[in-house]
C-alpha cells in the first residue's frame, strides 16, 4: 500500500440515506439520468455478489443492463472461465476436492477451492458458500479429517442459495461439526449442550434471544447423536424422547423439532437478514430493525429460501447506492480471487497452492476459521502483517511474467494508449479522486502495481 | 554486446539443429568423410578442461532419428512448438542460408563438422577458450564461412546498421570478430574460434610457432581413450588445476548428516581428485556415460575406505520380481560407519545419534543399537519399488503408488535377532494404533499369514465405512497401499510397505537363495515402462494434482502428464552404477532406450 495512505482514505465519509428509509432502500434499482447504469455500478455489482470481474464481463453487463446481468449473477454463467460447461466444471471441481484436495489435508482443500473460486462460472454461489462457511465456522485444525471437512463444504455450497431449513437441519447431523463443536456423543443421561448453545447464538437467534433453560432443554432433543469413525449415527437407546420446553413451546422435540422452532423465530430471519445485509451492503452502517424487517419478512415467507433476501438486496436501490460502495474491507480470499480474475490470470492461473498460502498470510485461512464465531472480518483484516502480504502477493502475481502481461491485457481491450486508465476503470472505476489519478501513471505494470496496492482497492 | 548479425548466426546454426530434428528422415545423408586432423592440436598443454565430438555425424544421426523424432512427437509441448509461426519463421531463414550454399542444412551442417570438434579452457588470464571444428571439406567450410559474412553484412546494410563483423589480419591469416567476446580464423581448412581476438592470436602465434601442445602431454595420452574405437564424446578437467586457479568456486560447504551418510567416500573424493573424465556413447538403442573420478595420490582416508567393499565384495545383483520398477542395491558397513561416527559428523549430528541410540535401545531390550541392532544385519542392502495388485486390492485406493521393501542380510550367528526385529515390528505397530486412537486416525490390524513355509508378520488398514444412501462417497485413502509387513527368509530380512510385495519377494528369495555379488559399491536399476505404466494408472489423479500445484487447466495438464509418461517409456532399462577401486571411482549410467509411444 502506498507510503502514508490508510484505508479510511478510500471509505465514503457519508452514509446512505436510503439507510433511514426502508421502503425507498428495498425498492427495484431503475437506471435513470441521475443514477445511470454506469461501470462503477456494474463493477459494484461482481464485486459483492461474486469477485471483480474481468473487462469483457464488465462490458457485457454495462451492455445488458441490471435485470439481465443480475439474473445471470443469480443462476451463474453457463460455462466455466475455463470454457467447459457449468455441469461438466463441477464435477471436475467435485473430483478436485474429492482427490488431490482432501488427499492434500488442509492445504490441499484450500488450493482446490480457490481453484474452483477462480474459474467459476457462479461466482455468487461460491461467495455464499464461503458466506456459510463464516456462518457455521468448523477448522480443520480441530476436526482432522480432511474429507469430513470437504463433506461439510460440498452440503454449504449445495444449500448456498436454497433452503436454511434444510441447512440447518442437515448441520446438525454433520460429522465435521459435531467433532468441532465437542458433540460426538450425546447420551441421555448426559446431554452435550454445545451444539444446542451454539445453533441459537451463533446460527439462527444471536444472543440475548434465549435463556439457558431453553439450551439445556434443546440439548436433550440432540441426544443419540454419535460419530463413528467419521460417519453420523443416531443411537435410539441414549435420544431423550422425554417432554421439553424450548421457547415457550413443549413436546418430544428432537433435533429437526427444535431446528422448527428456531426457524419459526422472527428474530431468526432478521439475524440472519443481519449479517447478510453486512455480507453484501455494509460492514460500516449498523442497520435499524425498520430496514432489516422487509428483508427478514421475505426470508420468512419463503420458507428460508436463501435466494429470496440475496436477489432483493442485489436489485434494491440501497446497493447500487454509490454511498454503499466500498464500506466493506475486501476478505483476503476475496482480494486474491478477485485480482486474479479481473486480470484474467487463468490460463495457466497460478498455483492455487501457492494462493493458498498467500492468503493465511493475509489472514484468512479457509478450512480453518479462528474460532465458532468466524472470522471477525472487516477492519480486522487490516494490519501492519496483513497489508505487507497483500502487496506482496498484488506484486508477486504482477511479476509473474510468464502468466501476466499487463500490456497485453490493455492491449487486448483496446487500450494500450492508456494503461493506467484502463487498470483505474477495470478494477476500482470512481474510487480514486484527481489528486490520486494524477498519481497513477508509468507502464502498465507500473499503473497495475499502484492501483493494487491502493487503500481503496482494499475495499468493496 | 553481441551483434544481431551475431545473434541471428547463432541462432541460425540453433535453428538449423532443431530443423534436423523435424527432418524428414528420409532426407538424411549418413555421415561420411574422416577428420582433416585432430582438433586438440590447437590447445595447449596448459588446458585444464578439454571435450571432443570425434563423430558429430553420428550424434545427428542419434538427434534425427526415429526414436528421439517419436519422443517429440509424443510430448504434446514440443509438437506445439515445432508448428509455432516462431518455428517456421526459423525455418525459412535456415532454408535461405542452406539455398545459397547449394545444399541442404544437414548436409551443409554434416559436411561442416564431420572431422570433430574440440573444445578446450586453457589455464591464462583471463582463461583462453578454444574451439575447433574440422570440416570434411576445406573449400565448403571457406564457402559457409564467406556466405554467412556476406549475409550478415547485407543484413546490417538492409538496416543501415554499423558494420558487423570485423577484419584483422595476423601473421598472413585473416581473423574475424562478431564482438569482443568473440574470434575466429580459418587456420589450416579448420574453424578455430576463441573468446577474444588476443586469445585467438595467441593460438595462432602458438600453431605457426610450434609451440607445446596438449596432445604432447604424458598426462593427457595416458587418459584419452584409444583412438581406434574413441567415444561419441569424451570430457576431460585438470580438477586440481581448477580447485587452485578458483578455489573459492570449489570450496563446498559442509555436508549435512545425511549426505555424509549417504555419500560419504564419493564426497570426499570430488572434494580431492586431481582429475576427472566422462565419456558418452549414444547408439541406436543405447546410451551410456562413464564418469571416471581419479582417487587422490595420497589414496582414501581411512574413514572414508569404510564405505568401500573390500576385495571381492559388492553390492547385491537386483532382485528379480514381477512388476519390478526400481531398486537401490547397495553394499555398506553400516556397523563400521557407527563405530567412525565421531569422524563422520558434526556434534549435532551425533546428538540425533545418540537419542536414535536410545530410542532404539527402548525397542530392543536396552542394548547398543550399533553392536545389537547394525551389526547383525549385514552389509548387503536393498531397496525395491515394484507395482502393486490394485486389482486384488479390497478397498482399492484411489492413488495407486507401488510398494517398498527394504531387504537386508542376517547375521547367521545371532539367530534370536529376526525375532527381536519382529517383536520390535509388533511394538511400533502397537505404538502408532495408541496415536490414532487419540487421533482419531484409523487404526492398524496385526494379523500373520504363511506363505511357502515362511512367516509373514503383517498388518492392515480397516476398511473404510460405507456411505450412508444419500452421502456421495469419498475416495479411498491413499493408506490402503500399504499393509506394512516383514518376514525372514534364507537369512535376509524383509521390511515391506505390502504384504504383496513381501509374498513376492518370499518367490524371488527363495528361487535364487545365493545371489552373487556385483563388482559395484552401489547399483541402481529403474524400469521407465513400467514407471510410465504407474503414471498411466494414476492419470487423472495426477492431471488433477498438476492443475493445483501449476495452476494449469484440465487440457494444459493433461499435456505435462503425457509428457512425464512418454519420457518415462524412452527411458526403458536404465541402470546406474558406481564402483570404486584404488585409483578411482566409476559411476556409470547405462540406458537401453525405450519406444516413447
Request: with cysteine.
Amino acid at each position: 500500500m502506498e507510503a502514508g495512505a490508510s484505508l479510511d482514505r478510500g471509505i465514503p465519509m457519508q452514509s446512505s440515506p436510503l439507510l433511514n428509509d426502508p421502503d425507498r432502500a428495498w425498492c427495484r434499482f431503475e437506471p435513470s439520468g441521475e443514477e445511470p447504469w454506469d461501470l462503477p455500478r456494474v463493477a459494484h455489482l461482481h464485486r459483492r455478489a461474486g469477485f471483480s470481474a474481468s473487462w469483457d464481463a464488465l462490458q457485457r453487463d454495462l451492455g445488458d443492463g441490471p435485470e439481465a446481468s443480475i439474473d445471470r449473477i443469480l443462476d451463474g454463467e453457463p460455462s466455466a472461465l475455463d470454457g467447459s460447461p457449468a455441469a461438466e466444471f463441477d464435477r471436475l471441481m467435485d473430483a478436485l476436492a474429492r482427490g488431490p484436495g482432501a488427499a492434500g489435508g488442509a492445504a490441499g482443500l484450500q488450493a482446490s477451492w480457490l481453484y474452483r473460486m477462480i474459474h467459476t462460472p457462479h461466482p455468487l454461489r461460491e461467495r455464499m458458500t464461503l458466506f456459510w462457511h463464516d456462518h457455521f465456522a468448523t477448522s480443520i485444525e480441530k476436526v482432522g479429517d480432511p474429507d469430513l471437512m470437504r463433506r461439510q463444504v460440498d452440503l454449504l455450497r449445495r444449500c448456498s442459495l436454497g433452503s436454511f431449513a434444510e441447512l440447518l437441519r442437515t448441520i446438525a447431523r454433520d460429522p465435521a461439526m459435531l467433532i468441532w463443536l465437542d458433540a460426538t456423543e450425546s447420551k441421555r443421561q448426559h446431554p452435550n449442550e454445545n451444539y444446542a448453545r451454539e445453533v441459537m447464538e451463533l446460527f439462527t437467534l444471536g444472543r440475548g434471544q434465549y435463556t439457558e433453560r431453553d439450551i439445556q432443554e434443546a440439548a436433550r432433543a440432540f441426544t443419540g447423536t454419535v460419530v463413528v469413525r467419521g460417519r453420523y449415527r443416531h443411537d435410539p437407546r441414549q435420544f431423550d424422547d422425554g417432554e421439553k420446553t424450548v421457547l415457550g413451546r413443549t413436546g418430544r422435540f428432537d433435533g429437526d423439532a427444535i431446528a422448527d422452532i428456531l426457524l419459526d423465530q422472527p428474530s431468526c430471519a432478521r439475524f440472519l437478514c443481519r449479517k447478510l445485509f453486512s455480507w453484501f451492503v455494509s460492514e460500516v452502517d449498523e442497520p435499524s430493525d425498520a430496514l432489516i424487517e422487509p428483508l427478514a419478512l421475505a426470508y420468512r415467507d419463503s420458507d428460508y429460501d436463501t435466494r429470496v433476501p440475496v436477489a432483493m438486496i442485489l436489485r434494491s436501490r440501497l446497493f447500487f447506492d454509490p454511498a454503499i460502495r466500498r464500506r466493506r474491507v475486501k476478505s483476503p480470499v476475496e482480494f486474491a480471487v478477485g485480482t486474479i480474475r479481473a486480470l484474467e490470470i487463468l490460463a495457466p492461473t497460478v498455483s492455487t497452492q501457492e494462493l493458498a498460502e498467500a492468503c493465511t498470510r493475509m489472514g484468512q485461512a479457509l478450512y480453518a476459521p479462528p474460532s465458532v464465531a468466524g472470522w471477525d472480518g472487516g477492519p480486522a483484516w487490516i494490519n501492519t502483517a496483513t497489508i505487507l502480504a497483500r502487496s506482496n502477493a498484488a506484486l508477486a502475481l504482477l511479476d509473474d511474467r510468464r502468466r501476466f502481461d499487463p500490456e497485453a491485457l490493455a492491449s487486448r481491450h483496446g487500450r494500450s494508449d492508456d494503461p493506467a486508465g484502463f487498470f483505474v476503470d477495470l478494477l476500482v472505476q470512481d474510487a480514486f479522486g484527481p489528486d490520486v489519478l494524477d498519481r497513477i501513471r508509468g507502464s502498465a505494470r507500473e499503473a497495475a502495481a499502484l492501483v493494487l496496492t491502493s487503500p481503496e482497492y482494499q475495499l468493496s | 554486446m553481441t551483434s544481431t548479425i551475431g545473434r541471428r548466426a547463432i541462432a541460425t546454426i540453433s535453428a538449423a539443429t532443431v530443423l534436423w530434428l523435424s527432418a524428414p528422415r528420409g532426407t538424411l545423408a549418413s555421415a561420411e568423410g574422416g577428420p582433416a586432423g585432430p582438433g586438440s592440436d590447437f590447445l595447449g598443454p596448459e588446458t585444464v578442461v578439454y571435450a571432443e565430438l570425434s563423430r558429430p555425424g553420428e550424434l545427428l544421426d542419434r538427434l534425427t532419428g526415429d526414436r528421439l523424432r517419436g519422443l517429440l512427437n509424443a510430448i504434446p509441448a514440443s509438437a506445439e512448438a515445432l508448428d509455432s509461426p516462431q518455428f517456421q519463421e526459423l525455418r525459412q531463414l535456415v532454408e535461405l542460408i542452406a539455398g545459397r550454399l547449394d545444399t541442404t542444412w544437414d548436409d551443409g551442417l554434416r559436411s561442416l563438422t564431420s572431422g570433430g570438434i574440440v573444445l578446450g579452457v586453457e589455464e591464462a588470464d583471463p582463461p583462453r577458450l578454444v574451439l575447433v571444428v574440422i570440416p570434411e571439406d576445406p573449400a565448403f567450410l571457406e564457402r559457409a564461412h564467406e556466405t554467412l559474412v556476406d549475409l550478415a553484412r547485407e543484413d546490417a546494410r538492409q538496416k543501415g546498421a554499423p558494420e558487423p563483423i570485423s577484419e584483422d589480419n595476423h601473421r598472413g591469416l585473416t581473423t574475424y570478430s562478431v564482438s569482443d567476446e568473440e574470434a575466429h580464423a580459418l587456420i589450416d581448412g579448420k574453424l578455430v574460434l576463441s573468446n577474444s581476438l588476443e586469445a585467438l592470436r595467441a593460438v595462432i602465434d602458438r600453431h605457426l610457432d610450434g609451440g607445446d601442445r596438449l596432445t604432447d602431454s604424458p598426462f593427457f595420452s595416458e587418459r584419452k581413450p584409444d583412438g581406434s574405437e574413441p567415444p561419441l564424446a569424451w570430457a576431460y578437467a585438470r580438477v586440481d588445476r581448477l580447485r587452485e586457479l578458483d578455489p573459492g568456486r570449489f570450496a563446498s560447504e559442509e555436508p549435512d548428516a545425511g549426505a555424509m551418510l549417504l555419500l560419504g567416500a564419493w564426497l570426499e573424493l570430488l572434494q580431492e581428485t586431481p582429475w576427472a573424465s566422462a565419456r558418452v556413447d549414444w547408439s541406436e538403442d543405447r546410451l551410456s556415460a562413464v564418469l571416471t573420478v581419479a582417487t587422490p595420490p595420497k589414496g582414501r582416508s581411512e574413514v572414508m575406505a569404510r564405505f568401500l567393499p573390500p576385495e571381492g565384495a559388492g553390492a547385491p545383483h537386483p532382485i528379480a520380481l514381477p512388476g519390478r520398477l526400481a531398486t537401490i542395491n547397495l553394499w555398506r558397513d553400516q556397523m563400521a560407519l557407527w563405530e567412525a561416527r565421531a569422524d563422520l559428523l558434526p556434534p549435532e549430528a551425533l546428538q540425533g545419534l545418540a537419542q536414535l541410540d536410545s530410542f532404539a535401545g527402548t525397542f530392543f531390550g536396552g542394548r547398543d543399537f550399533g553392536d545389537s541392532v547394525l551389526a547383525p544385519l549385514g552389509d548387503r542392502w536393498q531397496l525395491v519399488a515394484a507395482m502393486q495388485d490394485f486389482d486384488a486390492m479390497d478397498p482399492e485406493p484411489a492413488l495407486k503408488l507401488p510398494a517398498f521393501a527394504l531387504v537386508v542380510g542376517l547375521d547367521a550367528d545371532r539367530p534370536e535377532f529376526p525375532q527381536r526385529l519382529r517383536v520390535v515390528f509388533q511394538s511400533i505397530l502397537g505404538l502408532v494404533n495408541l496415536g490414532a486412537a487419540e487421533t482419531g486416525a484409523p487404526p492398524l490390524m496385526l494379523g500373520a499369514e504363511t506363505h511357502e513355509g515362511v512367516t509373514i508378520s503383517t498388518a492392515t488398514f480397516m476398511a473404510p465405512p460405507e456411505p450412508a444412501d444419500d452421502e456421495p462417497a469419498g475416495e479411498v485413502h491413499a493408506r490402503h497401499n500399504f499393509s506394512p509387513s516383514i518376514a525372514e527368509v534364507e537369512g535376509r530380512f524383509i521390511l515391506s510397505s505390502s504384504l504383496g510385495l513381501t509374498r513376492s519377494l518370499i518367490d524371488a528369495i527363495q528361487d535364487d537363495p545365493e545371489p552373487q555379488s556385483t563388482d559395484a559399491t552401489l547399483l541402481m536399476t529403474a524400469d521407465g515402462p513400467a514407471l510410465a505404466g504407474l503414471v498411466e494408472l494414476n492419470r487423472e489423479r495426477l492431471v488433477l494434482q498438476n492443475m493445483l500445484e501449476r495452476g494449469n487447466d484440465r487440457t494444459a495438464a493433461e499435456r505435462d502428464v503425457e509428457t512425464l509418461a512418454a519420457l518415462l517409456r524412452s527411458l526403458g532399462q536404465a541402470t546406474l552404477r558406481v564402483s570404486d577401486d584404488d585409483d578411482a571411482s566409476t559411476l556409470s549410467l547405462d540406458v537401453q532406450l525405450g519406444d516413447p509411444r
